[in-house]
């Protein structure tokens, strides 16, 4: 039986309250505003980046191109999720989602952001590291200076 892909997370402790973290994040088309390496992103049909079924377009290093759909919104969870329709990694049925929750000790927030994919053999561990480390980790540490 074969065994399924590790899942691919990361988390980061943010300097600053959960709702004012979580009122940038939840908006589904700016991640070229925080996020290394993507040049553009948009939302494909030009409405609300907070709609549920809404695309966003986004044009990474060497023009790769990512399109994901927004699948679940949640304001009171502090939680969206999306899947990944069209990439340039060797993935398949890649659903991600990204949460932030109170740290209620310091008022700060825990930004968690991970995936569960298929791929090839071969590629399991290597996009597993690719999403958490070079994608997942690289953006919250991104998110975490916006904020500090």
């Given at each position: 039986m074969?065994?399924?892909?590790?899942?691919?997370y990361a988390s980061a402790v943010l300097d600053a309250p959960a709702d004012?973290?979580?009122?940038?994040?939840?908006?589904?088309?700016?991640?070229?505003?925080?996020?290394?390496?993507?040049?553009t992103g948009m939302i494909e049909d030009g409405g609300p980046p907070d709609r549920v079924?809404?695309?966003?377009?986004?044009?990474?290093?060497g023009d790769t191109v990512f399109r994901e759909r927004l699948t679940s919104l949640d304001d009171e969870a502090r939680t969206y999720r999306y899947e990944v329709l069209e990439c340039p990694l060797?993935?398949?049925?890649?659903?991600?989602?990204l949460r932030v929750v109170p740290v209620t000790?310091?008022?700060g927030s825990f930004v968690e952001w991970s995936a569960d994919f298929s791929a090839n053999?071969?590629?399991?561990?290597?996009?597993a590291k690719t999403l958490a480390v070079g994608i997942y980790a690289t953006g919250l540490s991104s998110l975490a200076r916006r904020f500090s």
């Open positions: 074969p065994s399924a892909p590790p899942p691919a004012r973290v979580w009122a940038y994040l939840r908006d589904f088309g700016n991640l070229a505003e925080w996020m290394p390496g993507v040049e079924g809404c695309v966003r377009r986004v044009i990474g290093p060797p993935v398949r049925r890649c659903r991600a989602a000790v310091t008022g053999a071969d590629d399991e561990e290597a996009m």
